[in-house]
């Protein structure tokens, strides 16, 4: 069974910095897109940022130039590198992977359960 564990979510103030983990375990053949969204109350979920199994990222608008995307694929972990934080930041970041957990079947999207990062002073 596949399970993503967030960590690194917390309270930070503004203009400060946080770093998300998540990282993927159990049984499985192949990892191919991860990514991170957030949710915020009151709002839908939303794509922070992705990377391809080969380290290409993108970003949301709202992220670029202060958001890091990265990946170690030898530990099937997915970092989010956060800087220059603000109150609008504040959400339940979730992490997602497509993974494939055999050969014989499609790949599908997996859920973490989500950390909360509170930017706040």
């Known amino acids: 069974q596949v399970q993503l564990v967030e960590s690194g979510g917390g309270l930070v103030q503004p203009g400060g910095s946080l770093r998300l983990s998540c990282a993927a375990s159990?049984?499985?053949?192949?990892?191919?897109?991860m990514g991170w969204y957030r949710q915020a109350p009151g709002k839908e979920r939303e794509l922070v940022a992705a990377?391809?199994?080969?380290?290409?990222?993108t970003y949301a608008d709202s992220v670029k130039g202060r958001f890091t995307i990265s990946r170690d694929n030898a530990k099937n972990t997915v970092y989010l590198q956060m800087i220059s934080l603000k109150p609008e930041d504040t959400a339940v970041y979730y992490c997602n992977a497509n993974i494939r957990t055999s050969p014989l079947f499609s790949a599908m999207d997996y859920w973490g359960k989500g950390t909360l990062v509170t930017v706040s002073s």
């Open positions: 990377i391809t199994s080969g380290g290409t990222p």
């Open positions: 159990g049984s499985f053949f192949s990892i191919h897109h």
